[in-house]
């Protein structure tokens, strides 16, 4: 399993992840056995953001002799009403609901604890202006939370979050057909495929956003991965194909700054299904092939720093060289991380010798050379 550090913090969680919200009506055994193979495969990042009591009871059990192994993103403001989950920003509520994530995890820390699922703009200023933040610096004061993380589905919120210096931790939704979509602050737009039909790669505002946590090493922990399984499904992928878990977290932990993908699942074999990520071959990653040749690929013309341009005659990092390209080109002047991480590759856009060999290999015709040449003019080297 590789771990990926979080932030400016000493924490290292694993790439592979667990996302707990599959779990209602299992049993203890149940929720014990995925705890236990997580374990055993390395798996040491936990998000519960469920607010079902017994969920979260079992999930205590489940962990309370290894607490010590666990890194968990704890929800505030994720509360249980009226025997139902509600999002709330009432304070009475949110205070007894995360006192009861504590208890009911048998802990008295969490080491993430995220604001709850803010995607729209105007919550996440009431939230920074109000009683809901005071509280949550309460919980760090006190050491029941660790670090501040939030969880969002909104690139324009995530991008408010990154530039704050409290939240060392974004919880957000990617995926391929995700990527494509501008911010919104309706989830349920992410999942009607008919949005797609004019969308042509990776939005602006999430390229913004990748980049600005590259700027301020903000981390990104990942979910909705699958798209809630529809990229599993031929009849409802906006791309008319499927893809496999393996190409789904392929996808996802080569975005920049995400260092985990929260996978949700029923049972161990979906939960092995993810973790046979750590051991694919280069084949199986792939998911370029299958966008090319999907009948409503929407990616032609775009790079998804696939790495199918490689080798360079030059040995040019010829998917990095995009990925910092794009991550710049939408600033006025070039932000002065990116600038580094560029200048810091031993070989430049400069040094293409425009042999074109790279362009005869890419799945989704890019001129690569094009992107050379401005890439060299726009970084100066």
């Known amino acids: 399993m590789k771990f990926n550090k979080v932030s400016d913090t000493d924490i290292e969680v694993s790439q592979i992840g667990f996302g707990a919200e599959w779990m209602v009506d299992k049993s203890q055994q149940e929720v014990d056995e995925i705890i236990k193979y997580c374990q055993d495969h390395d798996i040491n990042l936990l998000d519960c953001w469920m607010s079902d009591p017994n969920v979260r009871t079992l999930l205590g059990n489940a962990i309370k002799d290894n607490r010590d192994k666990w890194y968990i993103q704890g929800h505030i403001g994720s509360t249980w009403q009226n025997n139902q989950y509600v999002k709330t920003r009432q304070m009475d509520k949110v205070t007894v609901a995360f006192e009861d994530l504590l208890e009911r995890l048998q802990t008295d820390y969490?080491?993430?604890g995220m604001i709850h699922y803010v995607d729209q703009l105007a919550d996440y200023e009431d939230i920074m202006n109000g009683p809901f933040i005071e509280y949550v610096h309460k919980l760090k004061d006190e050491g029941k939370i660790r670090h501040i993380g939030l969880s969002t589905h909104n690139?324009?919120?995530?991008?408010r979050a990154a530039k704050n210096d409290e939240i060392k931790l974004i919880m957000f939704s990617i995926n391929p057909a995700f990527d494509m979509m501008p911010a919104t602050e309706v989830i349920d737009e992410y999942f009607d495929k008919e949005n797609y039909a004019q969308l042509n790669g990776?939005?602006?505002?999430r390229q913004?956003?990748?980049?600005?946590?590259?700027?301020?090493n903000t981390t990104l922990t990942v979910m909705k991965a699958y798209a809630g399984g529809r990229l599993f499904k031929e009849d409802e992928s906006p791309f008319g194909v499927t893809l496999?878990?393996?190409?789904?977290?392929e996808y996802a932990l080569t975005?920049?700054?995400v260092a985990s993908v929260l996978v949700g699942v029923n049972d161990t074999r979906q939960l092995q299904e993810a973790i046979d990520y750590e051991t694919a071959s280069k084949e199986q990653r792939d998911y370029s092939e299958v966008l090319k040749n999907a009948p409503k690929s929407s990616y032609l013309g775009q790079c998804t720093y696939c790495g199918h341009c490689a080798p360079c005659p030059e040995n040019i990092n010829i998917a990095l060289t995009n990925k910092f390209y794009d991550l710049a080109k939408t600033h006025e002047s070039v932000p002065?991380?990116?600038?580094?991480?560029y200048n810091d590759m031993p070989v430049h856009a400069s040094d293409c010798i425009e042999c074109g060999g790279c362009m005869t290999r890419c799945p989704f015709n890019v001129d690569i050379i094009n992107v050379m040449n401005n890439a060299s003019k726009l970084f100066g080297k």
């Open 255 to 257: 975005r920049p700054k």
């Open 244 to 249: 496999t878990p393996i190409q789904c977290l």
């Open 110 to 112: 969490i080491d993430f």
């Open 336 to 341: 002065e991380s990116i600038q580094q991480h």
């Open 202 to 205: 990776i939005q602006a505002e």
């Open 155 to 159: 690139p324009d919120v995530a991008k």
């Open 208 to 216: 913004e956003l990748y980049d600005l946590c590259i700027d301020t």
